[in-house]
Structure formats: structure tokens, C-alpha cells
């Protein structure tokens, strides 16, 4: 700003005479929280003029430096009085907003947020009086308190000192000063400060409070007598998550909640089933005493156990839904919104109708870093679920971990959340009303910002690890503090008795009928109820084989109009060039004109299963256009960046068609889908990873979720996960989906894995995969040079037919009885041995497609092999090193497949630590010899 403009503003404004270093510490205070400073003295700086058309705020240094030559320009610019209101004449004025902004924003640093009061608080002298130039001489001097949103303009120092203590330095240590959206700050502070973030509760609230307590204790007691020894990760330290819990899903459905899908670990588990979602405490001491439900395959222990129920609230029911949940801590989060996100979609309403509620623990929510790809995914157009209300179990130690110095290196586990700018609320879980407010702030901040929001319930751990561990072997001092510290449920009903809300005899019945409950083995939630909430019904996939019969014939009129339909996209539309031949070719493949190439047949897939009314759902890095430039499922307007997705476009009834590129994670994005395809069966959810072997990323999803998930706990899933595979001299990293990964977690029906070769083969495939009432998990290893592979086109006729071949026999014309070798094999390396043996000219190799490995398809493939049964001669062809691809792992099945009495031998990679070699020419000679090995009969 220019001097002059500067000094004309100054003395013509109602500013001239005020104190120069004042004013610039209120400008300070205002930059940092407008609502800091009092009204006048905002709208003064919000009329600031700009600098060159800038705002001030971008600027304000040099604001300073004028403020500060203003004040050296002699006494008539120094004066006293003028227009300045009284309340801010004096310049301790400016030392009490920054008093109110100091504890705003390292007030939680100073509260009483461990109840075994072992932290080491630093001491924060941003919070001390003197700091700020004040001392409690100043106690009865009146100052206007600014934004302080105790429903006052002014109070003495001495009331706002204490208030502020109160409000931030009591049993709730709030963290939101890190949000930069000052409505969201703004709102946060109303709802804090009004109370001094102590409301009022009613005595039926606190009374509901202590029932809660009860129960989370008497629980845990009762088990550790009946089946003393026995594993039950108590919740004991942590027990007002019980009240928690059931004040949130009241609250949820006094809003209009309808769902709650709640993930979380071993710790408290069997606690939470019990007392907050209803499972019949006989049920669970039938477990405990071995006993099991045979209907469920292998089943799972106790303690990760999912379960569902509906609870009654002042809004209706809400249906719960507890995720089943391996051992891997954090890795249920994205499954849960994966969840959430398939309700959200069904309900197709506000998606406050749904609640994620993850429960963390404190080690794990810091140290995994999955929690971090929930946290990036959280407001992303394809994994956004209306925010995620984040509970910690913070027992401050993880197994025999202490926090300190090995578990992290931030001050809170918590700090991970402020990457999306979530407000975290520490809470002393000791003060269970203190536990109640947070959670209704949070529950009301979710709901109304649609972001995430975390609940820090600081704890601790009364026993071990589980219950057989000895704690203090690791933990000494905070064992001893432990032993001598009272459970929350008396600390509570003492605070009750000399409330005068309760008698102690009371308090004492609540006990005895809790006990007396568990005895009699019935329900102990009030609020539970049958299930009528939820909103998908199974049982149409239920009880279904694999060859179970499917009609997945479509007509070539309808092939033809699905065709026209998505190569259709609106007319000022300016394809990129290359798109644009792409799109011509198709339609092209329509006409006849051209044979149907992968990209064409894969969308014509989907678009016949919109057409059906299915939804369909595809994630993937880069699933939009395909990594490999096949797909272009979405089109991306040349003029103006717009997009467009011809599979919206299909028919007025048709299913939802959603396409996302994801965030850049494996793990989450993956177990997000499994989450969504475990919640949603009428809905084709498809993950694509970028490159098949990036599937190593998401190793957990597939072994604990999604090979064994129906065995483990009789969770149906349908999801497809497309992996492209194969050998093209791009290296290590790029050339394998680790096929025989998947393969060696083959069994019990659990899941399919194809290797589909034509697009006619993809087309029926992921027809059949919806189309059949069945919901399994379909692995496929799918192209990336087939994908243009000039030999690896269809017919629409062949689409037409309907029917995914799990085996193809020959296709040239080669006579059974002149066949001296049959050569079985998968995927891409049949094109290369098809087209050398027709080089070759030779007329004694039969070629076998095994399109479809697990589950192995012997009754197929015998009609096959009946033609050859006079082969003695049999070899697999693999492009992947021996140890890995199919060799190993399916060669039981191969050698079921052929005739009695026949060899079979193995053309291939030779064993190899990397999945592929480095160098190209390396690669084409290895290609050329398995080839040729394959193909000369010794
Ligand atoms: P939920 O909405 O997840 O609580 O599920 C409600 C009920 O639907 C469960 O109790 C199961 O009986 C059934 N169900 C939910 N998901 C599946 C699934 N993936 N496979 C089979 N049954 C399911």
C-alpha cells in the first residue's frame, strides 16, 4: 500500500490516535481468528482497502510496518481516545483475545485427560497470565471477551480465566483451532465454550449413564469368574465406551439415522456385542464353553465375531451391524465405509441415514498406515460416506508397547486425523459425562459437516494384553497406579450419591439385575430388537453352486443397440484424437465391420448389465480410461474438460454405473470394495489394480477378507478383481499378478480364478458373474497386450451365445487322431504358441485354454480330453517362473485332467526368486525357448 493512500486512510478513519502497537496486535489477532476480535474493530479490518487489488491478510507485514510508522509520525497519531469503544482502549485488551486464542489452541495440552494422571504435561506458558503480560491484579478489570462464546460481551479476568480453564482444560482437551474453515471453527466454539463443555444432564441421563457403566463392568467380571483364564480382551479402563456407544447410536437415530455399521477390534469386542448390540449373553458363554454353530464352515474366534441387530431410539430403530473383523487392527475401517457407502447408495437419500462408527486402538490408529488412506479417501467423489465418527481406545499401550518413545512420534495417536482437518477431541474416559458431550458434539459435527471427527478415550488397561498376560513385567508403575485405581463405574456412582441423583443401594440394584440378567442368559440391551431395518435380503444367492444353471444369452439386436448406446456421447463433444479412432473402430465392431476388440466387448459387458438393472461399481488407479488405453468408459471433452460416461446413458430403468480413478492406495481402496460388495449383491463392484502385481498392496484384503471371509463368518461377496497379468519384457514389477498367490489360497469353492483370453471370454465372464445367483469372489488375471492382440477379437456372435467357456479346445482344424502332444495352458502365451505352431505348420500339437483354474473345471475338460485319450504326451506352458503361475499349485488338477497312464511335463520360466527378468532381450530369447519347448515332441 502506498504511504500516502495509507496515512489518508488512517486519518480519516476512527482509527487515528489509537495505539499503533495495539492496533497491530488486534490485526494479528484478527489474521489469526477474525471472530477473535471484538465487531468494530472486524469490520474495520474486513473494510481494509487491498493492496493492488490483494487483501490485506496476504499482505500483512507490510500493514504492520505502516501501522508501526503511523505511530512514530508524532503525538497527533499517537493520541489517546478518538473513536475506539471503550472496552478496547486499553491495550491489555488485546492480551485477552490472545489469552482466549491461546487456550483455544493449546488448552487440551494443559487438561486432565489421564485418568492414571501418569502423562507429563510440558507446561504451556502461552496459558500462564504473565505471558500474556497479566497477572491477577487484573482479575476485576472487565474486558470484552471478543468471539468467547460464553453468551457474554465482557467479563471480569478473573470469571473468563477460570471459564477458560473450565471449558479447555477440564476432562475434554478439544484440538479444532487446526481447521481452517471458520464456520466449522466458529461452530465448534459455540457448542464448547457455551458450556464450558460441561452441559447439564438430566438424572435420567446420568442414571442411563451409570447402567451403562454397570454394564460394561459387570460384564467383564462375570466372564473373568465364570472362565477365569480364559481370552476376552476385556474393555476393563476403557468402560465408558459402553455408555458411549449407546448415547451415539441414540443420538444418531434422533437424527434420522437409520444405519450404523460399526468396525472394530479384539479389545472391549465382546463387551460391545453384548451390551450394546444385543447378543444373547447365553450365546456368547456357549462359545466360551466350545460350543459352536456348525452351519458356519470354519468359522472364527469369538472375539472377531460380527453381528447385527436393530436398537431403539427416540427416532425409530437403527439397524447395527458390527463388521466381522480379522486380527490385522485397522484394516476394518475402509471395509466398514466400504459398507456404509453400499447403504448410502441403496437408501439414495441424505447419507446422514447411515453412521461409520471405526473404533481404533492407540498404537494401531498411529502405527497403521492404512488409517491414513481411510483418512485421504474420506472426501473423495468415490469413497466419500458422509464422514466417520472415529472412536480411540487409548489405553496408552499397545500389547507391552509403551506410547512413549516406541509407539509413535507425535504428541497425540491421534495426529493423523488433522490431514483432513478432523477435529479431535481427547477425553478423560474417567469423567463419563465429559465422554457423553464429546460424542454428541461429534456425532452432531459429522452430520453436519460430512467429514470425519475423532473421539480420543483416554484409558487404560486394567489387565494384560489378554487376561492370562502378567502386565507388569513391561508396565511396573503404571500396573501399580492400575491396581490401586478405581473402576470408572464406582468413581461415577460416588459422584451420583453426592449429586444426591442416586442412593448408594441403588446404584448397588442396578449390579445385582445386571448380574442376575447375565444368569438367566437373556438380552441385557433394552433398546435391542428383532431386525427388521436392514435393507438387502441375501437369500437369493444363498445355498448356490457352481453349477448352478444361469440363462446369460443376450440377442444380437440387443448387442447392437447396447452397442450404438456407448459409442453414443453428446455432438459439441471434441474427442481427443486418438479416443476418437477408438470410438470409430466401435463402432465399426457394431456394424460388423470389424471383429470386437477387449475394450469393446468389456463395455458392452457392462452396459448389458446397467441394462438389466444390476449396478455396477469400478475402482481402480486408473479405471476410467484403463492403464493400458482400452477402456475410455469415461470420455473427457478436448474443449472444455468435461466428462462424460456413455454407460449413464443406457435406458431411463437402467442400474447406477459408477466409475471412479481412485485414490492411490491398494489396501483401503480394496477393502473398501469388499466392504461395498459384502453390503451390496445386486451390484457388480469391480477393483482394478493398475498393475497386477500392485494386488501385493492389499495382501491382507485378500487373505483375511476375501479368500476366507465366507468360511470364516458365512459372508457372502461378489467382488471381481481385475489384475493385469502377463509376460511382455516390462520387468519384475509389471509382468505378474503373482497368480499363484491366488491359487494357493485356493479352496472350498471360496473363490474363482480366470484367465479369460477372448473378449467374448471377459464379455460372459462378468455377465456370469452377475447374471448367476451366486456371489463369489472372481480373481482374474486379465490382459494387457491381448488387449489389442490382433488375434483376440470376437464376434458379436460369440458374445451372443452367452456362456463363459472355463475350457477352450482346439480351434484349428487339427485332427484328434493325428495329435501326438496336447499342450495345456493359460492366458497370453496361448496366442504365442498358436501362432508358432501355424508357422510351424504342424498338425500333431492340440492346444488346450484352461480359462477358468479354481475352481478347476474337470468335467469340462474331460469332454475335451476324451479326444486325445490316446495321448501319452501332455505338457503345461507357463510364461512365469516354474515356482510361480499355475504349475505347482494346480498341477493335481492337471494331472486328474489327463488320460490314465500319460505324462505330463512342464515348458517354462525356470525357477526364479523375481517374478521376471530386467532386460528385454533376456525375456523375448526365455519367451522364444518355452515356446519352443512346448511345441517339439522329443
Ligand atoms: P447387516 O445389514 O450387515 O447387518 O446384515 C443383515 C443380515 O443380512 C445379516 O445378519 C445376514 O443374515 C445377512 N447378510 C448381510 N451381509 C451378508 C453377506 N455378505 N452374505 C450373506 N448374508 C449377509
Redesign the pocket.
Known sequence: MQESVMKAWWDSSHMAGANAAYVEELYEAYLEDSQSVSEPWRQVFDNLPKVDGVELETNHSSVKEQFRKLASLGPAARMSGGAASEAVSDERQVKVLQLINAFRFRGHQHANLDPLGLWKQARVRDLELSHHSLSEKDFDTVFNVGSYAIGKDSMSLGDLYKSLNRTYCGSIGAEYMHITDTEQKRWLQQKIESVEARPEFSSDEKRSILKGLVAADGMEKYLSSKFPGAKRFSLEGGDSLIPMLKGLITEAGAAGTK?CVIGMAHRGRLNVLVNVLGKNPSVLFDEFSGKHDESLGSGDVKYHAGF?SDFATPGGNV?L?LAFNPSHLEIVNPVVMG?VRARIARRSDDNNRVLPITIHGDAAIAGQGVVQETFNMSQTRGFAVGGTVRIVINNQVGFTTSKIADARSTQYCTDIAKMVQAPIFHVNADDPEAVQFVTKLALEYRNKFKKDVVIDLVCYRRHGHNEADEPNATQPLMYQKIKKHPVTREIYTDQLVAEGVLEEREAKKYLEDYRNALDHGACVVEEWRP?TE?S?D?SPY?GHDWDTDYDGKISLDKLKELGEKITTYPEDYKLNSRVNKLYQDRKSMITGDKKLDWGMAENLAYASIVQLGHDIRITGQDSGRGTFFHRHAVLHNQGDGGVHIPLQHISEEQGEMEIYDSVLSEAAVMAFEYGFA??EPNCLTIWEAQFGDFANGAQVVFDQFLSSGEAKW????GLTVLLPHGYEGQGPEHSSARLERFLQMCADHNWQVCVPSTPAQVFNMLRRQMIRPMRKPLIVMSPKSLLRHAMATSTLEELAEGKFHNVIGEIDDIAPENVKRVVMCSGKVYYDLLDQRRKNEQTDIALIRLEQLYPFPQEECAKIVAQYSHVKDWVWCQEEPQNQGAWYCSQHHFWQAIPDGAKLTYAGREASSSPAVGYVSVHNQQQKALVEDALTIK
Not at 714 to 717: D, F, K, Q, V
Open positions: 444405519e447385527s439397524h451391524a459398507s431386525m436392514h438387502v441375501w444363498m459384502t453390503a458365512g459372508r457372502l461377496c
